[in-house]
């Protein structure tokens, strides 16, 4: 009696035992998840720590369109420049000083990039409302974002909390970004090299429907190349000649460079797109078919383009503690 009294307590603690850890495990499991997925993307990131964050920054980049229409393109350009070099990390921001180098004098950004200033009033208001709190890393995204619907395009949601980077890297790119001299062998590469498809390397290069070039960036088409509608070479050397007029602009779509839409491909059918790196995108096989697409169809092109904004922005973002919230996003720790 007594033994089978002790057994059978014995018995129910052992049972205790087995469940207690199975809850113990499982809690374990589920809190080593819930861990995890705080060091991801999400969009609702700044809910209680910056409620106002959208709202800041679509203010700001409207009122930076107002103040000048093209700034909407440079914003647009400063994310792709900042997501192909080591990732979504505001490396692209930081400022060269006499001990550190950054990526502002790398090839395709020297005398290219702007918008800088437009970044600066954004984070002094962001600063002002929930200081160390939101990224540069993600003002670019979301500045990308707004920019693009406020041309007349579409718009996407976009998952926040980047980190910041410590470092940038020149030489990465210089490597990285994609040069408006390349083949479409080249610009699948680059592309290839940050996770991004073919798909996604002709729907994101319809960014080119909004912004302008420098004449140094198409002068070798517009004399060299023989996949360029003649009339339309033939104005364009009119303004940018052999030597001399480097930095004169031309619209990446002539017509409305000020707008959104999908011109941009229906210029690369008639060989009137700017950069030869454009062209290349329509006069290899692959691709026809989906320039063709998105220059009857500007609803697919949306849509592709809003996807492929998401994975560029995604790309290799630092997360939870990895590098910092920069005060100042020319400055790093
Ligand atoms: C596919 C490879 C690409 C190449 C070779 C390329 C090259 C260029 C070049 C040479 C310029 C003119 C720069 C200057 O004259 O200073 C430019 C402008 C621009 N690029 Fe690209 N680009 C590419 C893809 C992209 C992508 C993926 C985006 C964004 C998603 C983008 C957005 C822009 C915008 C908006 C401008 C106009 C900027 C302004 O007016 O300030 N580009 N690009
Ligand atoms: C717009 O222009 C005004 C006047 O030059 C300037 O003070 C303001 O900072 C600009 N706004 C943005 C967002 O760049
Ligand atoms: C910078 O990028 C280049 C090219 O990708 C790479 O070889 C180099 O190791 C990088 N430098 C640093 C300090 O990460
Ligand atoms: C593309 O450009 C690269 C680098 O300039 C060159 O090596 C390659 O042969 C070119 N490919 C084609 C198909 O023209
Ligand atoms: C130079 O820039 C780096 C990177 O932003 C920063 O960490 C450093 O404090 C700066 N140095 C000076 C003297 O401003």
Redesign the pocket.
């Known amino acids: 009696m007594a033994l089978s009294y002790y057994s059978y307590y014995s018995m129910a603690s052992f049972k205790c035992f087995i469940a207690c850890i199975s809850v113990l495990i499982i809690l374990s499991l589920s809190s080593n998840v819930e861990a995890r997925s705080k060091e991801q993307l999400s969009i609702d990131y700044y809910y209680y720590t910056c409620p106002k964050v959208l709202d800041i920054v679509r203010d700001t980049v409207v009122e930076a369109i107002k103040n000048e229409t ?8 400063l ?3 900042d997501c ?1 070099v080591n990732g979504c990390d505001g490396s692209v921001l930081l400022d060269d000083n006499a001990t550190f180098t950054g990526e502002k004098n790398a090839f ?1 950004n020297s ?5 800088f200033d437009v970044v600066d009033v954004i984070k002094a208001r962001l600063e002002k409302a929930c200081p160390l709190i939101v990224s540069c890393a993600d003002i670019l995204a979301i500045a ?1 974002r707004d ?1 693009v619907y406020h041309l007349g395009g579409p718009t996407w949601d976009v998952r926040l909390g980047r980190r910041d980077s410590l470092t940038a890297n020149l030489t990465a790119a210089n490597v990285f ?6 083949n479409i062998t080249l ?1 699948k590469s ?2 290839a090299d940050v996770g991004l498809s073919f798909k ?2 002709v729907s ?5 429907t ?9 002068r070798s088409r517009i004399y060299n190349d023989r996949d360029i509608s003649p009339p339309f070479a033939q104005k364009l050397r009119g303004e940018c000649p052999p030597v001399g007029n480097d ?1 004169v ?1 031309q619209g ?1 779509d002539l017509k409305t ?1 000020s707008h959104f839409d999908n011109l941009y491909y229906k210029n690369l059918l008639t060989k009137k797109g700017l ?4 062209q290349e ?1 329509y006069n290899s096989n692959k691709a026809d078919p989906i320039v063709r697409k998105y220059s009857r169809d500007v609803s697919k092109f949306y849509r592709d ?1 809003s996807k ?2 998401i994975k ?1 922005s995604e790309i290799s973002p630092l997360l939870g503690n990895e590098g910092e919230i920069r005060q100042n996003c020319r400055v790093a720790r």
């Open positions: 093209r700034t909407g393109a440079s914003l647009l350009r994310h792709f420049h192909f395709p005398n290219s990039l702007r918008a990308a920019s970004i994609p040069a408006p001299s390349s610009l680059n592309f996604d390397l994101l290069s319809g960014a080119h909004i912004g302008f070039a420098r004449c140094t960036t198409f930095d602009l990446l460079p950069l030869h790196s454009d995108i383009f492929g904004m560029m």
